[in-house]
């Protein structure tokens, strides 16, 4: 299963042409993608316009909805933040490093556009879509 990342949503929904949302156009045909929770929060809140809003919030409610958090994933992303550290590498944001360890746990590829998510493909086994 492959997780798309909201870095790449808004660029898509923004008609920005990048490598990762004309892959992301690409598979929305072709296989099914899952969006994380956090990640539809992250996408969804940033539509000023209603009719803009319905039209993403249905197309995003027909991909597999995956919880990013809970507990066990908690954990996991502080020793995987902590890892990284170690290595002398600070993610920026919280929520990177919870989906990066959901993808890794869970098994699912990530289809991204945000240098947070390198380290993780690096050094923690983070499956990453290419182009």
Request: charged share 25%; glycine share 8%.
């Amino acid at each position: 299963m492959i997780l798309v990342d909201s870095s790449v949503w808004i660029d898509y929904f923004n008609g920005y042409s990048t490598p990762q949302s004309d892959k992301l156009d690409r598979l929305l045909t072709e296989e099914p993608l899952a969006i994380g929770d956090l990640i539809l929060v992250e996408v969804l809140q940033g539509f000023g316009d209603d009719r803009e809003f319905s039209a993403a919030r249905r197309l995003l409610a027909s991909l597999t909805i995956i919880e990013i958090g809970g507990t066990d994933i908690a954990v996991a992303a502080a020793q995987n933040y902590r890892a990284l550290r170690k290595r002398g590498i600070t993610v920026r944001k919280t929520i990177d490093t919870v989906i990066a360890t959901r993808c890794i746990e869970s098994g699912h590829d990530l289809l991204h556009n945000d240098r947070d998510f390198e380290p993780f493909a690096r050094h923690l086994g983070l499956r990453v879509v290419g182009f």
